[in-house]
């Protein structure tokens, strides 16, 4: 089957997310995408989850994931004799995104300018923390850092608890958006070069990437000149958890009907007559109140039977779904979203599969994730080089 | 910017969207040239339009939303009252006329409304369309409504973050609609990329449940491999320490800090004024640090609450290590680097004047990429998009108006 971008030519030095994100979602899409690790390998390799809990390097969950659909292979950058093997893939490249640090990238041999001349028609993206210029490019930043720079770790927290710190989110979500947005701009790059026959260099960072996301929050300082806080009560409610007697449920009845249609499904407790529970405003208002009286009867309560009853009435309720809820749900089954992959080492592994469905060319799972250093030889062939010569471990 | 390309130059995008996530779909295509029209109502207004903030000194309006200002950047507003079959039949036009289609309605209502893809394809066949639905185009649940907020829990989200042994927490922003909205962009420029080599459009079905959980695979892995989900441990990592946001001098002042390895645990020792605990063997590997987490968080923050974020970050950047204020609203657009780096853009908007918005997050070195203009006001441009894209006469356009298909 076909893939959007069958043919493209991708080189990735990505190390945890946000490079390797970005070159997946080309991959998947049909791109042939060349992972290029140190000898050492991708960190990621060192995260897990490992079967058992035994650390592996070729049995990494997060790497399993974020390299199935690349072919692997290992040089080292520090060498001159690995950065002229670089030269000589860039030239036949159409894409090369990394997220080497800017303080790092000339060493490696990552030189826009220097590059174009082997390939002008090459599109480079660099990813980094906080971009490749400014006053904080030489910052160093992984999640927690970049999250919290970019101003959502501190919208997040319990309102009333103002000795908790702001909460970073599960993950590396600030990798995530850096790679979505680094491969919004290279395909953008590659879409231009259709007209004007060059490539160019495209920059992301990170902190960027996470200000962008911050929903209605960030224009309350040039708006209205208020500064956001994690620890406000919402203005207006329900929107909030609840524990039911077999896990914990999302209540979201901030439309008028929808609270009326709630109030009927809880039976039309008297409570909830009262003046102090009218409207969204005065719910939000006495919230201390109402939470209290909503986990009364919420505690009683099948989170699935509750979601139902909620959806049968359009009220748009959702589970606090677990990860066992997930890989269970007849939805995503039904919709083929889980996909198990068959890896050498790490044997069958189950793992999110498509974000989106191409009607024409579908998104496609076609290889494991590679072994180290699995495709040194036959990538370094196809330009003419032979794996000794250069020094890579295969 | 004169000489430069922008990249996606000469295309046109209808766009159904309202909420968050779609319209962070097009706000990328916008960034990148394309003309982006958004197709509305004053009979429905976006609800982003009638959300805060506004502007303290104004009365509220559908044009003064902070909100919706900052997400709709560079678009144009067409207004049409889709409920009229005239309008309808205009709203064909106006795609036969793009290259892309984008909707985040509940699954089926562009169809019900006449303009599924099947119709459109018709009369434009090499569109590429794209829904942007709660739950997907099929499957069991696909009738099921969804809200931004609901879209964090039920994905999984939740359960993995919290504060240790509290309950599932929210991530403080609906996190599926702008993850959703770039897997979307990236759908359709992947899918413009096809057709440009083939002539071939096609549908894309995205489901944001889904496109939330492919930024989950630690979780997802962890409980198809082992059957257990990570547990909700608030700001720490399994393979950093320490590793957290801690309280700085000030009110309510955070730092963010991460020690990614030993050598940097015996360069912040130094920072610390405390060089002997970088050989200390209750913290000089990754190991022992772990196990003494709770000590290592209070000599932390022992050093952190005498600093400001701001001098803590300087001195902690300098020796190399990875921190930064756990910056508010206000300090994100104060930030004197951000600001150097021209992220911000000031435009001139005819109702709330130039207001400081989030620019365009990535730069191309070549390609004319930026916010074009200011979001536009409601239907503003309703009369420009009819003649130049749709081809009506402005005799035709008066009749419209007359006849209130226009709103």
């Given at each position: 089957m076909r893939g959007a971008l069958d043919g493209l030519r991708v080189l990735e030095i990505g190390e945890l997310v946000s490079a390797p994100y970005a070159a997946k979602l080309l991959a998947d899409l049909g791109a042939e995408v060349v992972k290029i690790e140190p000898p050492a390998g991708d960190p990621a390799r060192r995260r897990g989850p490992f079967p058992g809990g035994t650390p592996h390097a070729e049995k990494s969950g997060l790497f399993l994931y974020l390299n199935a659909n690349k072919r692997g292979i290992t040089l080292d950058l520090a060498s001159a004799a690995g950065r002229e093997a670089l030269d000589r893939l860039v030239a036949g490249a159409d894409l090369l995104v990394h997220n080497v640090h800017p303080l790092d990238m000339a060493a490696c041999g990552l030189d826009y300018a220097r590059l174009a001349t082997l390939n002008p028609r090459l599109v480079m993206t660099s990813i980094a923390p906080f971009g490749l210029a400014g006053p904080h490019a030489g910052y160093r930043g992984c999640d927690v850092v970049t999250w919290s720079a970019g101003g959502v770790a501190a919208l997040n927290g319990a309102p009333g608890e103002p000795d908790l710190p702001p909460l970073k989110t599960f993950g590396d979500q600030s990798g995530f958006q850096a790679a979505l947005t680094a491969t919004v701009g290279s395909l953008g790059a590659l879409f231009a070069r259709l007209t004007t026959g060059r490539g160019e260099h495209v920059e992301v960072s990170a902190q960027e990437c996470v200000a962008a996301i911050l929903e209605l929050t960030f224009e309350y300082w040039p708006y209205t000149g208020l500064v956001a806080s994690r620890l406000g009560q919402k203005p207006i409610q329900p929107l909030c958890f609840m524990e039911c007697r077999d896990g914990w449920i999302f209540l979201c009845a901030i439309e008028e009907h929808q609270w009326e249609r709630f109030v009927d499904i809880m039976g039309n407790p008297e409570w909830a007559g009262l003046e102090l529970f009218a409207n969204r405003l005065t719910r939000g208002a006495n919230f201390d109140a109402l939470q209290a009286l909503l986990q009364e009867w919420c505690r009683d309560q099948s989170v699935q039977e509750l979601y139902e009853a909620a959806q049968r009435r359009r009220i748009p309720f959702a589970p606090v779904s677990t990860m066992g809820d997930l890989v269970a749900s007849p939805h995503l089954r039904a919709r083929g979203f889980f996909v198990t992959v068959e890896h050498p080492a790490a044997g069958p592994v189950t793992m999110p599969g498509a974000p989106y469905k191409l009607s024409a060319t579908p998104w496609q799972l076609r290889r494991p994730a590679p072994c180290l250093g699995q495709h040194t030889a036959e990538v370094l062939a196809e330009v003419g080089l032979d794996t000794v010569a250069v020094g890579g471990a295969a | 910017m004169t000489g430069r390309h922008a990249p996606l130059a000469g295309l046109r995008v209808a766009d159904f969207t309202w909420v968050w996530a779609g319209p962070f779909c097009t706000l990328q295509l916008a960034h990148l040239g394309a003309e982006v029209i958004r197709v509305e109502t004053a009979t429905r207004i976006c609800v982003t339009r009638l959300l805060p903030p506004y502007p303290r000194d104004m009365e509220f309006g559908p044009n003064r939303s902070g909100y919706f200002n900052q997400y709709n950047q560079g678009k144009k507003s067409l207004t049409l009252d889709l409920k009229r079959p005239e309008a309808v039949a205009i709203a064909r036009r106006l795609c036969a006329a793009s290259d892309v289609v984008v909707e985040n309605f509940a699954a089926g209502v562009m169809d019900r409304m006449g303009l599924g893809y099947e119709v459109l394809r018709a009369v434009r066949p090499d569109l590429v369309m794209i829904a942007l639905s709660g739950y997907g185009a099929t499957g069991p649940d696909r009738d099921k409504v969804s809200y931004g907020p609901a879209q964090v829990p039920l994905s999984g989200l939740s359960s993995v973050t919290g504060y240790r042994d509290w309950p599932p927490m929210h991530v403080g922003i609906s996190y599926g609609d702008p993850t959703g909205g770039l897997h979307g962009a990236v759908a359709v420029l992947a899918a413009l990329l096809h057709r440009a080599r083939t002539g071939e459009g096609q549908y894309v079905d995205l489901s944001q449940w889904e496109s939330s959980m492919t930024v989950l695979p630690e979780a997802v892995v962890s409980w198809t491999m082992n059957g257990v989900a990570p547990p909700?441990?608030?700001?720490?990592?399994a393979h950093m320490a320490p590793h957290g946001i801690f309280r700085a001098a000030g009110d309510d002042r955070w730092i963010a800090i991460a020690i990614e390895d030993d050598a940097a645990w015996a360069r912040f020792a130094r920072c610390l004024g405390r060089p002997e605990l970088g050989d200390d063997a209750r913290f000089a590997t990754l190991v022992a640090r772990k196990r003494h987490e709770d000590e290592l968080e209070t000599l932390v923050t022992e050093w952190t609450r005498e600093r400001s974020p701001e001098a803590a970050t300087a001195e902690l950047q300098a020796a190399g290590i990875a921190a930064f204020t756990a910056a508010t609203n206000r300090d994100v657009a104060e930030d004197p680097h951000l600001a150097a780096r021209e992220f911000f853009v000031e435009l001139p908007h005819p109702e709330v004047g130039a207001r400081r918005h989030i620019g365009v997050p990535w730069r191309m070195s070549a390609s004319d990429c930026r916010v074009r203009r200011a979001a536009p006001c409601l239907g503003a441009d309703t009369d420009q998009v009819l003649r130049e894209a749709c081809g009506y006469s402005d005799a035709e356009i008066a009749g419209l108006r007359a006849r209130q298909v226009l709103v």
């Open positions: - | 909700r441990d608030g700001n720490r990592d």
